[in-house]
């Protein structure tokens, strides 16, 4: 599970009272936001970056903050920060990426997907918006960017250079994406399940908002 303290380097978001989470959603208040900020530590890292087959995974950050909406519910708005190395698709020559994205979610009560299908010849239209989730009991900053950061990863990295054979075939490392662009999402949801933390209610801060662990 990421890090939960603060990053050594001062900046705006490292204001007192920046936590991490989980954040219990019946201890955040509504009546103004909640900051937080995720730094995996180096061991957290290599399991990210092993659960979505990478060669490493050199630096990781999400800041952001929970904003109370109407209908009791949540939106979450953080900025991802990522820099990842993975095998060429077609030499398995290293290739980093930076990776920079605005992540957003919100977190509505009572909210049903209308994607899920109702029987097995139904046809469903997908949703314009495919950020809202139902809300839970927890909203953990730390599982939003482990699906964040899946989702952002090249599916098909390519080096400097690098171009197809004659035949059009590259080289794909084991367990690696086919270079369709489908993520493993397989691997994303026991990953999710991982990084999710489960807070056994913790006590309050001075500030009203759940104890930082």
Same mark, same amino acid.
């Given at each position: 599970?990421?890090?939960?303290?603060?990053?050594?380097?001062?900046?705006?978001?490292?204001?007192?009272?920046?936590?991490?989470?989980?954040? *219990?959603?019946?201890?955040?208040?509504?009546?103004?936001?909640? =900051?937080?900020?995720?730094? =995996?530590?180096?061991?957290?890292? !290599?399991?990210?970056? !092993?659960?979505?087959?990478?060669?490493?995974?050199?630096?990781?950050?999400?800041?952001?903050?929970?904003?109370?909406?109407?209908?009791?519910?949540?939106?979450?708005?953080?900025?991802?920060?990522?820099? +990842?190395?993975?095998?060429?698709? $077609?030499?398995?020559?290293?290739?980093?990426?930076?990776?920079?994205?605005? $992540?957003?979610?919100?977190?509505?009560?009572?909210?049903?997907?209308?994607?899920?299908?109702?029987?097995?010849?139904?046809? +469903?239209?997908?949703?314009?918006?495919?950020?809202?989730?139902?809300?839970? =009991?927890?909203?953990?900053?730390?599982?939003?960017? *482990?699906?964040?950061?899946?989702?952002?990863?090249? *599916?098909?990295?390519?080096?400097?250079?690098?171009?197809?054979?004659?035949?059009?075939? *590259?080289?794909?490392?084991?367990?690696?994406?086919?270079?369709?662009?489908?993520?493993?999402?397989?691997?994303?949801?026991?990953?999710?399940?991982?990084?999710?933390?489960?807070?056994?209610?913790?006590?309050?801060?001075?500030?009203?908002?759940?104890?930082?662990?």
């Amino acid at each position: 599970m990421p890090s939960r303290s603060p990053p050594s380097r001062p900046d705006e978001g490292a204001r007192a009272g920046t936590q991490a989470g989980p954040f *219990a959603v019946a201890r955040l208040p509504r009546t103004r936001q909640t =900051p937080f900020q995720v730094r =995996p530590d180096a061991a957290e890292r !290599a399991e990210l970056a !092993a659960a979505l087959d990478l060669i490493g995974l050199r630096k990781l950050r999400l800041d952001g903050a929970l904003h109370p909406i109407d209908g009791d519910g949540w939106e979450l708005r953080a900025e991802l920060g990522a820099t +990842v190395v993975q095998a060429c698709g $077609v030499t398995l020559e290293p290739v980093t990426t930076r990776i920079d994205e605005t $992540v957003l979610r919100r977190y509505l009560p009572g909210w049903q997907d209308p994607a899920v299908e109702t029987g097995a010849d139904a046809e +469903v239209e997908m949703p314009e918006d495919t950020d809202t989730e139902a809300l839970g =009991p927890v909203i953990d900053p730390a599982a939003v960017m *482990a699906e964040a950061l899946a989702l952002a990863v090249p *599916a098909f990295p390519r080096a400097p250079g690098a171009s197809l054979g004659p035949e059009g075939g *590259a080289a794909v490392p084991p367990g690696a994406s086919n270079g369709t662009g489908q993520r493993p999402f397989a691997v994303l949801a026991g990953l999710r399940d991982r990084m999710a933390g489960k807070p056994d209610d913790p006590p309050p801060d001075k500030d009203g908002g759940p104890k930082q662990g």
